[in-house]
């Protein structure tokens, strides 16, 4: 079972309009409503692609109870932590005119100690029956910096693979080595502080990581120029799968999911990347926050480029 970790979920609202204006009321389309957040948007992928899993999440308010139910109606089991204030929402607005996408993303709620000590009281209580656990997504205000690091000691003790897919400065608090790590190009930019802009500069970048006992396997998503898979071994690239992408709305997440399914299948890691991409590229075709579908992963998995050595 993979079992998923999401500090900071979201009701994800998506919507479109002819011509975003300012000042002006923007009267929008019928909009669609899921679920979300990191390890939400792992869970929801990954059950499509057919592995078994459960979501932890602390959730509260009108928005907290929507969120619980749309996961109820996708048959996702849930594990959800009771909070005081409530989920936040993330809007994303589809302009028809141009086909740019405008994402608003609210900072969260902010979570007591208790609360965020039920979350980990939860995580421990679950990781012994999990083969991997993927924690995912920001973490909300009121949740300190080295708290992932507080999930990656609860999985080391119970044995568990951890898979790791955060923005922010938990990678300066993270001294458990965790399985993988997945930053995209931007996040790992912020890391080092600096842009990287070559292929050797990226590589250089992500075994800074693993030397530096953060993760034995670093994959860097790259958007439209593929991704990278780094160990302290190799440096191996994939390339892009070409689609029309309707949106980009957890292409991220998806790939985090395709990648955890072809490890628990008991594939190699490449191989499991190469289904990470295939999955990402699938949900491309999606609109807006919806999740994608388990036929187009299995073709575009068929159509996907060998993956190419590269240091």
């Known amino acids: 079972m993979i079992v998923t970790l999401t500090m900071n979920p979201a009701l994800d609202i998506t919507t479109e309009i002819g011509t975003v204006q300012p000042t002006h009321k923007m009267r929008c389309g019928t909009p669609q409503y899921d679920p979300g957040g990191g390890g939400i948007n792992v869970a929801r992928v990954a059950r499509v692609l057919g592995a078994p899993v459960s979501a932890i999440f602390p959730a509260g308010g009108v928005t907290g109870e929507a969120l619980s139910r749309l996961l109820g109606m996708a048959g996702i089991p849930a594990d959800r932590i009771p909070i005081a204030e409530p989920t936040r929402e993330s809007f994303t607005v589809n302009e028809l005119s141009t086909g740019k996408q405008f994402r608003f993303i609210l900072p969260g709620p902010v979570l007591?100690?208790?609360?965020?000590?039920?979350?980990?009281?939860?995580?421990?209580?679950?990781?012994?029956?999990?083969?991997?656990?993927?924690?995912?997504?920001?973490?909300?205000?009121?949740?300190?910096?080295?708290?992932?690091?507080?999930?990656?000691?609860?999985?080391?003790?119970?044995?568990?693979?951890?898979?790791?897919?955060?923005?922010?400065?938990?990678?300066?608090?993270?001294?458990?080595?965790?399985?993988?790590?997945?930053?995209?190009?931007?996040?790992?930019?912020?890391?080092?502080?600096?842009?990287?802009?070559?292929?050797?500069?990226?590589?250089?970048?992500?075994?800074?990581?693993?030397d530096a006992g953060h993760a034995d396997n670093v994959v860097v998503s790259l958007g439209g120029r593929g991704a990278l898979l780094v160990s302290a071994a190799e440096a191996v690239r994939f390339g892009v799968i070409p689609v029309q992408s309707r949106s980009g709305v957890g292409a991220g997440d998806a790939m985090v999911a395709g990648i955890t399914v072809g490890l628990l299948r008991g594939w190699p890691l490449q191989k499991a990347v190469l289904l990470g991409t295939a999955t990402g590229a699938a949900t491309l075709l999606t609109p807006g926050t919806e999740v994608c579908d388990r036929d187009d992963v299995e073709r575009l998995f068929g159509e996907a480029p060998e993956p190419v050595p590269v240091g």
């Open 112 to 210: 007591t100690d208790a609360e965020q000590i039920e979350c980990l009281d939860r995580l421990r209580h679950t990781v012994g029956v999990a083969d991997y656990v993927v924690a995912s997504g920001s973490l909300p205000p009121g949740v300190p910096a080295d708290f992932y690091q507080r999930v990656a000691d609860i999985c080391a003790e119970f044995g568990t693979p951890l898979i790791l897919d955060s923005s922010g400065d938990c990678l300066k608090y993270l001294d458990t080595a965790v399985l993988l790590l997945k930053p995209s190009l931007r996040e790992l930019n912020e890391h080092c502080g600096r842009s990287l802009t070559t292929e050797a500069d990226q590589i250089a970048a992500a075994r800074s990581v693993i």
